[in-house]
């Protein structure tokens, strides 16, 4: 039954509490009218993520419509038009925290005009849920997500399994959904599937366990949100700087200091390393390092350092700096696949401007050599250009060498945009490398997850 009560005003975390939980970044992605943004509301109601006033708006909306319990869609879908549809268009954050974790949510849209958004969302995040009408099954859209999530390299896929109470909380229906997908999901290279049975609207398996589905036995939504292994320790990762500022203040104080600012995008660099700098090849040694304004001898991501070199070398915003026993490939030519983001196409021949952490360069698609087809995973040959929405491979020619991870190695480094020169228009996303992860490494851990629930598929 749907709760109507008023929950516990919401308690903050204090600060000792909030730095000593991790943080999940997770996006939630699903067809047209499974519920996803319901559940999402479900989620932070239940979780008592909610203001005393979000929730008041929110009864004010459903009561003007007739609704005798609130909506708790509407605390995610904030577009009128999203209202008015009951659909969700845009990507909407929220920021929510438990005892266990702090989480950044990203609710995406559902529609296949809208996969772009899905792919702005998923795009930095570490699980992905992927909703299922338990009426309709595994359906095309649902297809395209898992094909989506699996070409962000998105390391946990949750398939909550939704609106269960309309087919009277049956485990025949489930394990069919949850196999059919799985194997959908093992053969794009996805390395973690957990399925739950859930009802949005009722508030099974949500945050609190079913008394209505008793042969399951895994987690609730909530509970695997909260104990997933996650890490961001990319201490250990090849180390990489990208320039983002050269610091000369030619003061009294500071005649001869000469620094190279930025973000740590990977790994740990340290005083006496050994360091080549791209796309010239130069090598240095790093002399010091700065980290607000002190002397450090240790530095790692995602910490903002000023390197010091004992060579003058000519370095400027966009160059990378890296250990030099570990440099990432340099190139003009990029083999990519590409999730197209703007209205206008993007066609062989076009010239573009290439942005990849901080640098960026001139460059032309050379060739388009297939759009992918999400249904099938059919290869499109030559399309000839990408539309708003497509997803596909091209090669591109810039200007200059671009030192570029593959994004299978780096989710940071081996991305990049693509812009229109004339407007500044992001046009795609680019992801370096191969599209699927491949071999039979990540079903032998699919597999594993799957028996570890309980679940013999």
């Not at 949005?200 to 997933?228: C, I, R």
């Not at 066609?347 to 942005?355: S, T």
């Amino acid at each position: 039954m749907t709760s109507t009560t008023e929950p516990d005003k919401a308690q903050p975390l204090s600060t000792e509490q909030l730095s000593a939980t991790t943080l999940l970044r997770f996006a939630t992605a699903g067809s047209v009218d499974d519920g996803k943004s319901t559940l999402v509301g479900r989620l932070l109601h239940d979780s008592k993520s909610v203001l005393t006033d979000q929730l008041e708006a929110v009864e004010r909306v459903s009561l003007g419509r007739g609704q005798e319990a609130p909506d708790l869609a509407l605390l995610t879908d904030g577009l009128r038009a999203e209202r008015e549809q009951g659909i969700t268009i845009d990507v909407a954050y929220r920021y929510f925290a438990t005892a266990q974790r702090r989480f950044i949510l990203a609710d995406t849209p559902g529609h296949v005009q809208y996969t772009r958004n899905m792919v702005t969302g998923a795009s930095t995040a570490d699980l992905a849920v992927v909703l299922v009408d338990a009426r309709n099954g595994v359906i095309e859209q649902t297809r395209r997500h898992a094909a989506v999530a699996a070409l962000l390299r998105v390391p946990h896929v949750v398939l909550a399994v939704n609106k269960m109470d309309l087919v009277a909380y049956e485990e025949t229906v489930f394990a069919k959904i949850a196999e059919e997908f799985t194997a959908y999901a093992v053969g794009l290279g996805v390395p973690e599937i957990t399925a739950i049975p859930i009802s949005a609207l009722a508030g099974d398996n949500v945050v609190e366990p079913s008394s209505n589905m008793d042969w399951y036995g895994g987690p609730t939504v909530l509970e695997h949100l909260e104990t997933v292994p996650v890490s961001h320790d990319l201490t250990s990762c090849h180390a990489r700087l990208p320039v983002q500022y050269v610091i000369r203040p030619q003061t009294a104080e500071h005649p001869d200091y000469r620094g190279y600012a930025g973000q740590i995008a990977a790994g740990t660099f340290r005083v006496g390393e050994s360091v080549t700098v791209l796309p010239s090849g130069r090598t240095s040694k790093i002399a010091g390092i700065d980290l607000l304004g002190e002397p450090v001898d240790v530095a790692w991501t995602p910490q903002s350092v000023t390197l010091l070199l004992e060579s003058d070398i000519d370095i400027s915003r966009g160059d990378l700096i890296v250990p030099s026993g570990d440099q990432p490939p340099t190139t003009q030519d990029i083999e990519a696949t590409v999730c197209h983001v703007a209205d206008q196409p993007l066609a062989v021949g076009q010239r573009v401007l290439l942005k990849h952490t901080t640098r960026t360069v001139k460059a032309i698609v050379k060739e388009i050599p297939s759009r992918l087809t999400l249904d099938d995973l059919s290869q499109h040959p030559a399309p000839g250009q990408l539309v708003a929405n497509d997803i596909g491979r091209v090669l591109v020619r810039t200007a200059e060498p671009i030192a570029l991870d593959s994004y299978a190695a780096s989710r940071r480094t081996g991305s990049f945009l693509l812009i229109d020169p004339a407007d500044g228009t992001t046009l795609a996303a680019g992801m370096a490398g191969d599209a699927f992860a491949t071999g039979d490494e990540t079903a032998d851990e699919a597999k594993s997850a799957a028996d570890d629930e309980g679940w013999d598929f």
